[in-house]
């Protein structure tokens, strides 16, 4: 852990010119080492909290003659700088926030000041950090300061907001503190051992063990669309070639917002596009490798294409309404389902594409072939029924629920998830020992092993390791 007392700085604003950049400075240094090379009407020591104020940054702390300065050689800047008293600030530590022009080296230079006036360069998240050690946030709303910076959809920025203001939080004390009770009614209990009491009564005991399993249990289960609502969900479209996979992606890249274009994706060959339909992420790979070869280069392409299908949340496959169903639709139909963890139909989006030139398939035939009830018609060109294929792209990603954009509490991370399942475990051992008749001790063990996994989630309890590997994932400055 870096030592908490250092006063620190970075430069809190992306890499790059802008117009302006924010260098931000916390600790119980911040204020008088900013004034060292700040010239305003007033030294920063004298200003009122949360007021924004005008001066100068001057590369010459001691010189007294830029007590007022005018046009000096040593002046670097024209700034507004803001001053955050404690505990009032984002990091409850004295805070200052240095607004200057948004060049790369100026800001630079700016920081290179402040470190050689008493403070020290911040590591990756500390300020984010001494939010979280001095109590302004709990663990799970630090993470969500760094998914609300990553936010990239309407939805990816509700579910971080949401977390932020504390709705996991909230949702994971009031089980905890259910536990809590649970926990102390038992220690009563051995408190009075010799006095044979019987302070809970094992079945009722039981009972609450059972509903704060159910309880935490129907929490996991909103992992999925927690992620989902965050990172996005993975969509590959599949078909022969030329039944217009391309025309689809560029359409839907037109009608719905494109966020980043061909990034490139986790190899060479796959690129992926990311689609932003109604607020919710659609992470687009593109698979023109799919297709059988006998090419030993080009046979690693569409392992990896395949791959891609495995991995995705959602596969839309694609067929020419204007040809008969072939070979290769059916081969691909079965590779398909070959590559896929399970055989379900979970996921499977089907549609059928050109509906604008006569028609040679119907709905009936290719929903029989792939397995499918619901078969849908487009017109990749003419843009026609996009509406319901949105609609079921959304449905396939969030479930029947696709009106979204809750504030609920979302499991959003792993991190949280693998606690939460600790906590099932432990309580299951609980139950287990209350079942077979054990006494109190026993289960108050397991009581208190849940208790920690649910601390941890929102830091209560928890490890250097723990907040090592959570803050270095943040960028320096934040
Ligand atoms: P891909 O190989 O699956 O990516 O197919 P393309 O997107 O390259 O499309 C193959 C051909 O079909 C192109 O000439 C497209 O203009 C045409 N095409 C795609 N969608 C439609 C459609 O909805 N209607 C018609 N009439 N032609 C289409």
Redesign the pocket.
Known sequence: MYHQDDTIAAISTPRGSGGIAVIRISGSLAICTADTIFRGKASLEKIESHRAVLGKIVDAPNDQSTENPTISASILDEVIVVVFRAPNSFTCEDVVEISCHGGQYLAHRILELLLHNGTRMAEPGEFTQRAFLNGRLDLSQAEAVADLISARTEASLKSALAQFQGALSARVKKIRSTLLDLCSLLELELDFAEEDLEFANKEEVAARLQQTRDEIQSFLATYERGKILREGAKLVIV?K????????MNALLKEERAIVTDLPGTTRDVLEEQLDIRGVLFRVVDTAGLRTTSDAVEKEGVLRAYQQVRDAEIVLF?FDGSCELDRDDRSLIDEVFKSRKDDSRAGIVVAI?????PGKLSEAEVGQRVGVSDVLQ?????HLGFESLETKLLEKALGPETSLISSDAMVTNIRQKLALEGGIQALDRALASVRKGLSGEFVAVDLKEALNALGEIIGEVTTEDVLGNIFSKFCIGK
Do not use: Q, R, Y
Not at 378 to 382: E, V
């Open positions: 078909g070639p030329n039944v217009g996979k391309s025309s689809l694609l594409n050109k509906v604008d030139l487009i017109s990749a060109t003419l």
